[in-house]
Every structure is written in structure tokens, then in C-alpha cells.
């Protein structure tokens, strides 16, 4: 009853409660609306709090309780509310996280910060930690979890059945669906779908009734292999070993899955000028327009050295101002064209459909491509400035620098992410300046080039 | 052994083994170098035959064996090959792909070939496809699958575990966890953990031991909402019912949050002007141009409309042709900040951070964040112009014009996505031309008009 109320309220109600209830300290009142009901709407709710309500949320629940708030709201926000906590209060609270979400959360913070937090972890929990907050980004290592059911080979069913019964509740929870059979030296033995042991005598072993030669990956294994591994076999979870057998986690199809989408709302950030970091409007807005800024004041340097180009040819310029219409014209048809092909890029080496190697099969493929549209938009706009200026010329020299360009642009759109990949550069985050830097100043470079050689016919 | 040589033979050399056996009609050799070994290149292989091979691979396999080879490839790759074949083969394959499979890969065919295969398949399937097919993306109509595991409330625990066991091979591969039970309208009462029949007598009946009352979703929950649902819940799967508690499908855990992955891969080929459907460059010239064209052709008449400010302002420009510099600068540093803004109300908006009325929010919240921006960047390119000329009227005239557009820039690019959003518009298709075209025409506008305003003392 209680639940259904809560979700039906509308979520201004919502917030006042909980405001009410933080400022009058009813802990119950709290977690009653943050925890119990449907969940949809918490991590909003503490999203709107302002700063001082949040700090005195925090402050009121025990460790236990923020852990379980936390888990319902997105790591990054996480985040932002573990940095303003003393380092000993954040820790117990994370030391309460799933394994893979503590090294999630911690990785968004700043260095000092997680650095502090880790000081006051317990050392196993602060060493397994620091081993997964280590493994790069797309990789297994990334995404496991230490969580697992594992028994030793000379158990039998009946022993593993006792146990998992006596401790339903806790396995339940971890939506455990295999247990992993080690041997003393916690190498890998073989998998035991918890499923199989329905059909399994109670008296055999746990190695005579486990999967043996279980397929494994290493902590190298890519996001996309991963996902291609779940995609051919109907497996929910794989075991990530270490050269010697040992079993350092699990990776479920799950977390496979949200890694990829992770890797997509990323890139998409990246792209948009947010160097991929998360940005919510609660936060302060020091933090937000720093943050904007630092992208910013890089692209600022780009342009000024691409509009330095346009300054050498200012005699041309004056003598053909009309000229001044098209450069916005073709820098900004350049920079489209050329993402159109950067996005096809990034695309295929996402899919893993095209390797950083292949620079000329990109190369054919795009400059076809570029070919092709460059002479159409050509033709479009150098038609225009002709009609308009009534100069056959002008429209020459326009459609002529246009068509060039959207060849170069394309060309560098398909072959920059493929550079940066080979390099071990983030495709994402400097694809787009790049691109922008180069088709501009071979844009202002050809419009104003092929004007100031064709002066005579312009003027 | 075999599988390993395959895995180990670099990529050039499996292709080229695939076009002999292709051209050798050898069959089984196609299937063991398709469908047998590590998969991970099986989608590579088959985008890069060229398309006379690819039709003689198609020609060659039964359905049954192309249904195999598809499920291995990206469901766009399938439509792309299923496009060229005739209906009837069309349809035989498709028909042996699974229910959400079958409709996801219809809907990226054009209206014409799609219908055409639905004629062509068994009533039963071609109607439910028809209704998978219609369910908007984003919901979890679109998502749920019919290939599920139901029982009668009135069976015994034994006669379940005998069904399953009868039919265990099938099942594994559904990788089936749950069994629905039903009542004799087909309308949901419960759910059966199969690990729970571990621990049940054998002579219960499914009404006892089933989980009452489970949570449902309906066809039209958003994604967000199901992964919500999984992220609270430890389930692996969840029952789509209709208002009558009839089981229309279920949606599991890793298609909901592939769909995720999916929508924000989508955003960003949209954002990158390919209107989000996949290019790949296997795909023939005159496809890829074409659809690249459709965006370029919007793109170029918004860029004449902006472009059409500087023309009436030829005199200005004329007279103070330093002005040209700074064009392309205040476009492109106006497009960039208001992408970001464009991009945290992107995210805001898919994780339900934000909802699309809360405009005034958004406001306030972009504006000072524009108003600081504006400031830093406008003071920055102000002074570097008065240095260049030595002018201080030459600054002030381009900070100025840099600043307020910065703020109309980042104001405009965090509310037209709610817009969009609010007339149930797509904003990551529309947000990033709309911005452009008003920031690019405000731009120009400010600092030419300003310009004009002040011309005495620029000249």
C-alpha cells in the first residue's frame, strides 16, 4: 500500500517529504522514500537536494544505509557525494559496494581524493581495489566482480546443495547461477551451473558433475569480445583467469552489455565537447563551466590557427568580399562531410569491422565517397554564388574549393580514428578537432587560394 | 583442433578460404569457417565478400544454415543480405530467427521488401511479427521476445522437471531461468524460478510453489524504466503482460540494457549527420552517398539561410575586413559550447534526470553557466583582436559578440532538446542543426551589427 502511494505521488511531493524528513532528522522517513518504494525516481530526488540537504542526508544514515542509497543512484553521482565526506565516513560506506562498483566509483574521483579513501579501506579491500580501479576501460579486468560462489573440487553435490540452501539469501542476491570448482591453489577447475545440480546424484563430486575446460577470457579480453563470446553461447557468466588458471572475477553478459553502452554515452560526450566526463546540472557551477572551459579554450587555439589563414588573404578578401559569405559555408559543409565519415569510422572499429591497419581500404572507400558529394555540393552552391553574383567565376571558384574540400574532409573523417586507434588514442575525444582544424584551413586555404589566382575575373 | 587453426589463421587467410569454398560450392567447409569456430570475425568475413560472392554464399546455404550464419552477424548486416534475395528465400530464413531477431531485422528494410517477406511467411508468425515490428524503439514492446517456458497452474513439481528434462537441450539453449505459470486464458499468475524446483517437493503443484503477484511491466515501459527495474531487482527476466494479465512476451536483462547501448549509439550517428542508420563500407557506392547526401542537403540550405546575414552586411565587412576573421571563430566557438549544453540535457533527458517541461530549470541553470563562458572566451578573443590591430573598438566589438552569443548559444542548446522532446520530436537528430542555424545566425548578427553600430570607431 505504502509503496504504491509513494510512486504515485508526484515527484515535487516526493522531494518536499524528503526534504522534511532530513531536515527533521526521521531517518525511517528517509529511507522509506528512498529505499522502499519503486526506485525510479531516487537517484533524481537526490539530484535535486541541494548541497546542505545532501550533506545532512549523508551525515544522518549510517554506513549501511548510504552504501544502500548509493546503490540506487549512478556511480558518478556517487561520486560527487563521496568527495565532500570526510575520507573515513566515505570509506565505510564503500567498502559496503559491490567490488566492481567501488572501483567505478572511485575511478571518477579525483587522484588525492580516492587516494585518501583507499588510506582508510581495509588493506585487502584497498589492494583488490586498487588491482580493479587499474585495469583500463573496454577490458574485462574493467568490468568484473569478485563476488562468486566457489567450491572445492572434493565437495560433493550433497555438501554444495547444504551450503547454498543454508545461505540462499545471500546467493539469491547475488543472482548466482554457476559456482566455480577450484582447486587448492584457486585455479580454475571447472564451472558448475547451479541449474545442473537438479539433475546430479547428491554423492558425486563437485569434479565429476562440473563443466570441464570451461571457456575463459583474461583481463585483456576486449568489451567486444566479450560481448561476442555472450552473443555465440548462452552463457551469464565467464570466469576471468590469470595465466596460471588462478580465477581473479567474474564478467556477467550484463555488465558486458552496459560497458558497451557505456563506451557509446562516452564517446557521445566526447564528441559534444564533455571529454567524456558526466555532467549534471546539481553540480556546482564552478565545477560545470571549469570544466566546459577546459575544452573550450583548446578548440579556441584551433580555430584561431585555422582563422589565421583567412587573415594572410585579407587583400583578397577586400578585393572580393562576397567571398566572406562562403568561408562560414565551407568550413561548416567541410565539418559535417568529414563526421559523417569519422561516425562510419568509429562505427567499424566499435564493431571491430574494420582493423587500424586497413588506412587504404578506408582511404578508397571514402575519397569515392567524397568524390561523389563533393562534386554535388559543388555544383549546389557554386551555381548559387553564380546566380546571385551573376560572376560565372565566383561560382567556379566556390563550387571548385567546396568540391576539393569535402574530398579532404572525408578522406581525414574515415582515416583520423583509425590513426588515433593505431596510436592508442582515444578516437572519441580528438577525432573531431582534428578534423575541424585540417578542413578548415584547406578550406579558407582553397576558396581564398583559387580566388587571389583568379583575381582578375572576380573583381 | 580444428577450431583452434581456424582462430590462429590471420583474417586475410580465413577470407580468402571462404571464397574458395564459395566458389568451390563446398559447403561444409563454408559452415565449418562460418559457424564452427571462434566468431569473433564471422561478421567481418561476410562484410567483406564481395557482393557477387555473397549472393553464391546465400545461394548455396539451406535456410536453416543461413538462419545460423545470421544470427552470427549484426542484425543490420542481415537485413542488408536479406535484401537482395527473393521473398520466399527471404522469408524461409527469417522465419527460423528468433521472435525480436526476426522483427528488429524486417524493421531496417525499406516498407516495400519488408511487407513482401511478411506475405511470404506462416499467418501465426507473419501476425506476430507484424506487432513485435510495431512496438516504438525505446520500449519494451520492442525488446520482448516470445520464446519462453510456460506451464499450467494445475501441473506437479514432477511433471515439470519431467518436461524439462525431456527437453533439456532446447531449453539450455533458450537459456531459459524462469517458467511462467498460466492460467487457461493465457493470463500470468506466477513465476517459477527454475532453481527453486531444487528445493520444492516433487508432488506440488505449480500454483504452490510459484512466486504470486511478480512485477510486470507493459509493452509500452521505456527502457529506461526495465533497466531501472533490473538494476532494484535481481531478476533475469521480466513478464510483459497486457491490461488483462495475458503474457504477451518477456524481456530480459541483457536485451534491455543492449537496447540502452543500442540508443546511444544511434544519438551519436545521428549527432554525426547519418541520420542513425548504420553505413558500413562494404555497402555499394550509390547507397552510401545517398544517404549521406539526404543529411548534407538539409545541412546546406540552414547553412545558406545563416550565411545569408553576412550579405547583408557586405558593407560593414567591406569596410572593417578583419571582421572576416572572426566569423568562422564566433560560428564554430558558438556551436561547440552550445553542444555541450546540447549534450548534458541529452543525458539528463535518457537517464530521466530532467523532465522535458522543466524548462525554466534548465534556464537557469545553462545561463550562468553561458554568462561565465560567455565572459572567460569573450575577454580572451576581445583581447587577442585589439592586439592583432591594435584597435581597443576592434575587441570590444568581437568579445562582446563572442560573449552574449555564447550565452544565447548555451541557452538554446540546453532547452532544444527538452523542446524536442516535448513535441515528441527526436532531439538527437534535430537538436544539433537547429542549434547551429540560430547560433550561426545570431553570431553573425551581433557582431556585425554591433559593428555597423559602432563603424566610426573601428575604421
Known amino acids: 500500500m505504502t509503496e504504491e502511494l509513494i510512486e504515485e505521488r508526484p515527484f515535487e511531493e516526493n522531494l518536499e517529504s524528503?526534504?522534511?524528513?532530513?531536515?527533521?532528522?526521521?531517518?525511517?522517513?528517509?529511507?522509506?522514500?528512498?529505499?522502499?518504494?519503486?526506485?525510479?525516481?531516487?537517484a533524481k530526488l537526490v539530484d535535486r537536494l541541494d548541497a546542505e540537504d545532501r550533506k545532512s542526508l549523508f551525515a544522518l544514515l549510517t554506513a549501511e544505509q548510504a552504501a544502500e542509497v548509493l546503490e540506487n543512484m549512478y556511480y558518478f553521482q556517487g561520486a560527487d557525494i563521496v568527495e565532500d565526506?570526510?575520507?573515513?565516513?566515505?570509506?565505510?560506506?564503500?567498502?559496503?559496494?559491490?567490488?566492481?562498483?567501488?572501483?567505478?566509483?572511485?575511478?571518477?574521483?579525483d587522484e588525492e581524493d580516492s587516494a585518501a579513501i583507499l588510506?582508510?579501506?581495509?588493506?585487502?579491500?584497498?589492494?583488490?581495489?586498487?588491482?580493479?580501479?587499474?585495469?583500463?576501460d573496454g577490458t574485462a579486468g574493467a568490468v568484473m566482480y569478485s563476488e562468486y560462489l566457489a567450491f572445492d573440487a572434493g565437495l560433493t553435490v550433497e555438501e554444495i546443495l547444504s551450503d547454498i540452501r543454508s545461505q540462499r539469501e545471500q546467493y539469491a542476491e547475488f543472482g548466482v547461477q554457476?559456482?566455480?570448482?577450484?582447486?587448492?591453489?584457486h585455479r580454475l577447475l571447472g564451472v558448475?551451473?547451479?541449474?545442473?545440480?537438479?539433475?546430479?546424484?547428491?554423492?558425486?563430486?563437485?569434479?565429476e558433475v562440473m563443466i570441464r575446460n570451461p571457456i575463459t577470457v583474461d583481463v585483456e579480453t576486449s568489451i567486444h569480445e566479450l560481448n561476442n563470446l555472450f552473443e555465440q553461447h548462452h552463457f551469464l557468466g565467464l570466469p576471468v583467469v590469470d595465466p596460471d588458471g588462478t580465477l581473479l572475477g567474474i564478467v556477467d553478459r550484463e555488465a558486458a552489455s552496459e560497458a558497451m553502452q557505456e563506451a557509446a554515452t562516452e564517446d557521445l560526450l566526447k564528441f559534444q565537447g564533455l571529454m567524456g566526463r558526466e555532467e549534471l546540472r546539481s553540480m556546482p557551477l564552478a565545477t560545470r563551466s571549469k570544466r566546459r572551459l577546459s575544452w573550450l579554450s583548446i578548440n579556441i587555439v584551433l580555430n584561431l590557427i585555422s582563422a589565421s589563414i583567412i587573415a594572410l588573404h585579407q587583400d583578397t578578401l577586400q578585393a572580393v568580399i562576397a567571398l566572406a559569405v562562403f568561408l562560414p559555408i565551407i568550413s561548416d559543409m567541410s565539418g559535417c562531410s568529414g563526421n559523417q565519415a569519422v561516425a562510419v569510422s568509429m562505427?567499424?572499429?566499435?564493431?571491430e569491422l574494420v582493423s587500424p591497419r586497413e588506412f587504404l581500404r578506408v582511404f578508397f572507400k571514402e575519397s569515392s565517397?567524397?568524390?561523389?558529394?563533393?562534386?554535388?555540393?559543388?555544383?549546389?552552391?557554386?551555381?548559387?554564388?553564380w546566380i546571385w553574383k551573376g560572376n560565372p567565376a565566383l561560382g567556379a571558384v566556390v563550387g571548385s574549393a567546396l568540391a576539393l574540400n569535402t574530398v579532404i574532409a572525408v578522406c581525414v573523417g574515415g582515416l583520423v580514428p583509425l590513426l588515433l586507434k593505431a596510436f592508442r588514442q582515444d578516437p572519441a575525444l580528438a577525432s573531431g578537432p582534428i578534423l575541424t582544424t585540417v578542413t578548415d584551413m584547406c578550406g579558407f586555404l582553397l576558396i581564398l587560394g583559387i580566388a587571389s589566382l583568379c583575381l582578375p575575373l572576380l573583381v
Chains 1, 2 share one sequence.
Open 119 to 136: 588510506e582508510e579501506l581495509d588493506r585487502e579491500i584497498a589492494d583488490e581495489t586498487r588491482r580493479f580501479m587499474a585495469y583500463p
Open 85 to 109: 565526506l570526510p575520507p573515513k565516513a566515505a570509506a565505510s560506506i564503500i567498502a559496503r559496494l559491490d567490488s566492481d562498483d567501488r572501483a567505478d566509483l572511485l575511478n571518477e574521483l
Open 192 to 207: 558448475l551451473p547451479i541449474r545442473n545440480l537438479l539433475f546430479a546424484r547428491h554423492s558425486e563430486k563437485a569434479r
Open 369 to 385: 565517397v567524397g568524390l561523389t558529394n563533393g562534386i554535388v555540393l559543388g555544383l549546389l552552391v557554386g551555381v548559387l554564388a
Open 347 to 351: 562505427r567499424e572499429l566499435s564493431l
Open 178 to 185: 554457476y559456482a566455480y570448482v577450484l582447486d587448492d591453489r
Open 18 to 42: 524528503l526534504e522534511q524528513a532530513i531536515n527533521g532528522q526521521s531517518i525511517d522517513r528517509i529511507m522509506q522514500l528512498l529505499g522502499e518504494a519503486d526506485l525510479e525516481d531516487a
